[in-house]
Nanobody, 128 residues
């Protein structure tokens, strides 16, 4: 059973930081690109950041560049991906999703449809 499980969300004041984690299991995700997306109430799901299977390439939405950092733990036994979020603002409030995409897809352009597997999300709330 394929599972992506996010954790690390919570309530933080503006200017604060959070680190999200995503644990992938059920298949070998070491060759998959991984991404983070978010969805605020009443809005469409949007791309936040993505990282290639070997962590050699990273991509970010313009709105988070310089504030968020995506990274991943690579091994044959397990895959984990992280999102370090700094200088948070109320506009970052959303449900954050972890996702996985095959390396042959256009995972790098942030297209939701390029990702094959999704977690259930972890809530991030930033108070002003």
């Amino acid at each position: 059973q394929v599972q992506l499980v996010e954790s690390g969300g919570g309530l933080v004041q503006a200017g604060g930081s959070l680190r999200l984690s995503c644990a992938a299991s059920g298949r070998t995700f070491s060759t998959y690109a991984m991404g983070w997306f978010r969805q605020a109430p009443g809005k469409e799901r949007e791309f936040v950041a993505a990282i290639s299977w070997n962590a050699g390439n990273t991509y970010y939405a313009d709105s988070v560049k310089g504030r968020f950092t995506i990274s991943r733990y690579i091994s044959n036994a397990r895959t984990a991906v992280y999102l370090q979020m700094n200088s948070l603002s109320p506009e970052d409030t959303a449900l954050y999703y972890c996702a996985a995409a095959t390396s042959g897809s256009k995972w790098y352009d942030g297209t939701v449809g390029a990702y094959n597997y999704w977690g259930q999300g972890t809530q991030v709330t930033v108070s002003s």
